[in-house]
């Protein structure tokens, strides 16, 4: 199944996409999600470099994305410093409603890390190499693909 205009996202309260929803303005998709710099190689260190984001991305209600908030304050633990930041955004979203939502595609970069909803029509494959039609949210690591239904993979 192709990959549709509009890729639905399932609100779950309490895990992974508990701070999505619509608001007056349109939809939004709210959280805390942990990123290395760009060239890091993983050591046994990492928990030192690894830079947690506070991110609350805004789309119209035809799912194009509007603009992105993306705050951290250094690389290090997750703080809740983060969590006070997301809080603070998501109070300010005039008649802030938490569901479900459908987005389409889209990417931000911000000190070098890739925010975004990417597809498999993103990136390119060795020819010959038969590609499952997907999408990532990035840098979360939710995978969505058919019968795309909202749910997500990690």
Same mark, same amino acid.
């Given at each position: 199944?192709?990959?549709?205009?509009?890729?639905?996202i399932c609100?779950?309260?309490?895990?992974?996409?508990?701070?999505?929803?619509?608001?007056?303005?349109?939809? $939004?998709? /709210?959280?805390?999600?942990?990123? @290395?710099?760009?060239?890091? !190689?993983?050591?046994?260190?990492?928990? =030192?470099?690894?830079?947690?984001?506070?991110?609350?991305?805004?789309?119209?209600?035809?799912?194009?994305?509007?603009?992105?908030?993306?705050?951290?304050?250094?690389?290090?633990?997750?703080?809740?410093?983060?969590?006070?930041?997301?809080?603070?955004?998501?109070?300010?979203l005039p008649?802030?409603? $938490?569901? /479900?939502?459908?987005?389409?595609? @889209?990417?931000?970069?911000? !000190?070098?890390?890739?925010?975004?909803? =990417?597809?498999?029509?993103?990136?390119?494959?060795?020819e010959g190499?038969?590609?499952?039609?997907?999408?990532?949210?990035?840098?979360?690591?939710?995978?969505?693909?058919?019968?795309?239904?909202?749910?997500?993979?990690?």
């Amino acid at each position: 199944m192709a990959i549709p205009e509009l890729i639905p996202i399932c609100h779950d309260p309490g895990y992974r996409t508990s701070t999505i929803g619509r608001y007056d303005d349109g939809q $939004f998709f /709210g959280c805390i999600t942990g990123a @290395f710099p760009p060239g890091y !190689e993983v050591g046994s260190d990492w928990h =030192l470099h690894k830079r947690w984001y506070a991110v609350l991305h805004r789309f119209n209600y035809g799912g194009y994305h509007l603009g992105s908030d993306i705050w951290c304050p250094g690389p290090g633990p997750w703080a809740e410093q983060q969590n006070d930041c997301l809080a603070r955004w998501l109070d300010a979203l005039p008649g802030r409603e $938490f569901c /479900g939502i459908a987005i389409r595609p @889209f990417k931000v970069e911000f !000190e070098g890390v890739v925010f975004g909803l =990417l597809t498999s029509n993103d990136f390119e494959y060795a020819e010959g190499v038969e590609v499952e039609d997907w999408a990532e949210l990035y840098p979360n690591q939710l995978g969505f693909k058919s019968p795309w239904d909202g749910c997500y993979d990690t």
